[in-house]
């Protein structure tokens, strides 16, 4: 296949799987999401579902945020790992939402890298999700996918993101990425990959991967 035929193949084949497109974080605005992105750092989203109701209960909003003190943010998110980083992130970022933006979370990839604990793909994924700019945040699943279906040979996120913005439709960024993190967690996973449930890498799939499949379940 040829890399246009692959790319086809993979929209095409995310369209059918997956027609309506989860939110794996759950929230109710973009403060919300951010909050939640952040803390997903270095966690599940199933885990940081958990946490952000106990967390939201008490503050949803950059106001109610200041008014807790950094440890006690940090008692409530420690079940997502880095809590001591992290709630200084939340703490200093609603901050500087209220005195800079007037409690509202900046439109901007400027303004929200800016943040504390906020780096790139935070930025991306609330540009999406929340104001529906177009963005291709990469995490280990995409990066993962992108590798095993031949289409990037990038070695870190910034490089894998910059492949699939310069292969994939702009106008299909939001969904596609999303798409794919659900198909690299169901079908394509980094553990426990049963090659013949993934059909896209089996079709379309990087040669080298394909081998060292075939060799790890021969043995």
Known sequence: ????????????????????????????????????????????????????????????????????????????????????????????????????????????????EKLPAVGHKTASVVMSQAFGVPAFPVDTHIHRLMYRWNLSSGKNVVETEKDAKRIFPKEIWNDLHLQMIWYGREYSPARGWNLDKDVITKTIGRKTVLEDYKLKTSR
């Open 1 to 112: 296949m040829t890399q246009q035929e692959r790319v086809s193949f993979v929209i095409n084949t995310l369209k059918e799987l997956y027609p309506e497109i989860p939110i794996p974080l759950d929230h109710k605005d973009p403060f919300t999401l951010l909050i939640a992105v952040l803390l997903s750092a270095q966690c599940t989203d199933v885990r940081v579902n958990q946490i952000t109701p106990l967390l939201f209960a008490k503050a949803d909003n950059p106001y109610d945020m200041i008014k807790m003190s950094i440890e006690e943010i940090k008692e409530i998110i420690r079940p997502c790992g880095l809590s001591p980083m992290k709630s200084k992130g939340i703490h200093g970022l609603s901050h500087i939402l209220i005195d800079k933006h007037d409690g509202k979370v900046p439109q901007s990839f400027e303004n929200l």
